[in-house]
T-cell receptor
């Protein structure tokens, strides 16, 4: 089974700052990679996904992630965050089931 | 399009009791997965149901059981509740059981065991 590590537990930054959240997964063959986001008081929702092809994938709300196979990583980025990006972010890997990391809480200060 | 709905939203039970949580899948989805999310942790996979049959199970004891009905709604049953069962229980539905089927989550049921 896959395991997923998210590097940061809590990130605090100001509006317009750049964001990068790290995610590493254990080797397990072909994987499908996801980032989910949970805004305060809302359900988990899909931010972006990678199955194959271009390792740089773009998601909703200006987020993107890069799959680096040699590093078993799938880091999430956003060039300029907004206050509304305050949320909890989960990296997830799917082989036969979706395995989540512990999550990173992102707080954006206005 | 109706999303995933879960009931109840909150529940308080006593150790040793049994609980049933319910989930209605999103329209058109035939697969339901259940997750347990303890405080400060990511969701942990409990099991998945596809067309009324269990299709994969995580590292949870047999006192965690489930059902899926012909309309693809689902129940999660937990017997002999323990204090560590206190968590947010998430239901997610998807189309098919493939690894590339994105999950659509409900808001969860917050279970507190005292």
């Amino acid at each position: 089974a896959q395991s997923v590590s998210q590097h940061n537990h809590h990130v605090i930054l100001s509006e317009a700052a750049s964001l990068e959240l790290g995610c590493n997964y254990s080797y397990g063959g072909t994987v499908n990679l996801f980032w989910y986001v949970q805004y305060p008081g809302q359900h988990l929702q899909l931010l972006l996904k990678y199955f194959s092809g271009d390792p740089l994938v773009k998601g909703i709300k200006g987020f993107e992630a890069e799959f680096i196979k040699s590093k078993f990583s799938f880091n999430l980025r956003k060039p300029s965050v907004q206050w509304s990006d305050t949320a909890e972010y989960f990296c997830a890997v799917n082989d036969y089931k979706l395995s989540f990391g512990a999550g990173t809480t992102v707080t954006v200060r206005a | 399009e109706t999303g995933v709905t879960q009931s109840p939203t909150h529940l308080i039970k006593t150790r040793g009791q049994q609980v049933t949580l319910r989930c209605s899948s999103q329209s058109g989805h035939n697969t339901v997965s259940w997750y347990q999310q303890a405080l400060g942790q990511g969701p942990q996979f409990i099991f998945q149901y596809y067309r009324e049959e269990e299709n994969g199970r995580g590292n949870f004891p047999p006192r965690f059981s489930g059902l899926q009905f012909p309309n693809y709604s689902s129940e999660l049953n937990v017997n002999a509740l323990e204090l560590d069962d206190s968590a947010l229980y998430l239901c997610a539905s998807s189309i098919g059981r493939g690894a590339n089927s994105p999950l659509h989550f409900g808001n969860g049921t917050r279970l507190t065991v005292t």
